[in-house]
């Protein structure tokens, strides 16, 4: 008995697509070249079958990075913590490792389906665990908004080539300075070299986060005085 996957569409019939399809064609694209024809092409498929899924190349992009940041999201189990500490460490590590996990898609994160919005969970508990602890929803935003920031910065500063150990722009920096008349620049002179190589890093990324995490202590001290 010939298999339901041996037996192949007849000429002229559309080949069926669904949401998980059009994801996973697009996936081993390149989002930055990415068009819509090119997606149908990959897929054997009609351009007017592929619209009727997906609107345009935008709404496209947001879906596939959408699935992909939602994904890693969901690859952590998470579970809320109540500590405003470990609600924040939790939400900024959750984050960079969706970006990193992400990849290429990464800058084009955006949501279109309330499925998309499970990603936004860690980011929910800890803004409650900020305003629970004392800050202002407004405050609690900033906080997240800044640590979503720092978050996606060093996910992409480990993701930069670094074959010599060193930032891309160091090079140009050093050569830069070289050019400064020797009385300007003294402290960056030394730093240059010593730091680059831990963007990205573990360290780098829980300084930052220390650096936070003091701020809101005092933000919260000076609230309660």
Same mark, same amino acid.
């Given at each position: 008995?010939?298999?339901?996957?041996?037996?192949?569409?007849?000429?002229?019939?559309?080949?069926? *697509?669904?949401?998980?399809? *059009? *994801?996973?064609?697009?996936?081993?694209?390149?989002?930055?070249?990415?068009?819509?024809?090119?997606?149908?092409?990959?897929?054997?498929?009609?351009?007017?079958?592929?619209?009727?899924?997906?609107?345009?190349?935008?709404?496209?992009?947001?879906?596939?990075?959408?699935?992909?940041?939602?994904?890693?999201?969901?690859?952590?189990?998470?579970?809320?913590?109540?500590?405003?500490?470990?609600?924040?460490?939790?939400?900024?590590?959750?984050?960079?490792?969706?970006?990193?996990?992400?990849?290429?898609?990464?800058?084009?994160?955006?949501?279109?389906?309330?499925?998309?919005?499970?990603?936004?969970?860690?980011?929910?508990?800890?803004?409650?665990?900020?305003?629970?602890?004392?800050?202002?929803?407004?405050?609690?935003?900033?906080?997240?908004?800044?640590?979503?920031?720092?978050?996606?910065?060093?996910?992409?500063?480990?993701?930069?080539?670094?074959?010599?150990?060193?930032?891309?722009?160091?090079?140009?920096?050093?050569?830069?300075?070289?050019?400064?008349?020797?009385?300007?620049?003294?402290?960056?002179?030394?730093?240059?070299?010593?730091?680059?190589?831990?963007?990205?890093?573990?360290?780098?990324?829980?300084?930052?986060?220390? *650096?936070?995490?003091?701020?809101?202590?005092?933000?919260?001290?000076?609230?309660?005085?």
């Amino acid at each position: 008995m010939t298999s339901v996957e041996s037996v192949k569409p007849r000429r002229g019939r559309p080949r069926r *697509i669904d949401r998980e399809r *059009i *994801i996973e064609a697009a996936k081993v694209l390149d989002p930055e070249t990415l068009t819509m024809q090119a997606l149908a092409e990959e897929m054997g498929v009609d351009r007017k079958t592929l619209h009727y899924h997906v609107d345009n190349r935008e709404s496209l992009l947001k879906m596939v990075a959408a699935d992909a940041f939602r994904e890693a999201v969901g690859s952590h189990h998470f579970i809320p913590e109540k500590d405003w500490r470990k609600a924040i460490r939790s939400f900024a590590h959750i984050t960079r490792d969706a970006v990193m996990a992400a990849g290429a898609w990464a800058s084009f994160v955006g949501y279109e389906t309330e499925e998309d919005l499970e990603a936004l969970r860690p980011a929910e508990a800890a803004a409650e665990a900020l305003v629970a602890a004392g800050l202002s929803e407004a405050d609690a935003g900033r906080v997240i908004a800044m640590l979503a920031g720092l978050a996606f910065t060093s996910a992409t500063d480990r993701s930069i080539p670094k074959p010599t150990g060193r930032h891309p722009q160091e090079p140009v920096l050093e050569h830069l300075l070289e050019k400064a008349p020797t009385e300007e620049f003294t402290l960056l002179r030394k730093l240059v070299g010593g730091r680059s190589s831990e963007l990205g890093t573990e360290e780098q990324f829980a300084f930052n986060l220390e *650096i936070v995490s003091l701020g809101i202590e005092r933000m919260l001290e000076t609230k309660q005085s």
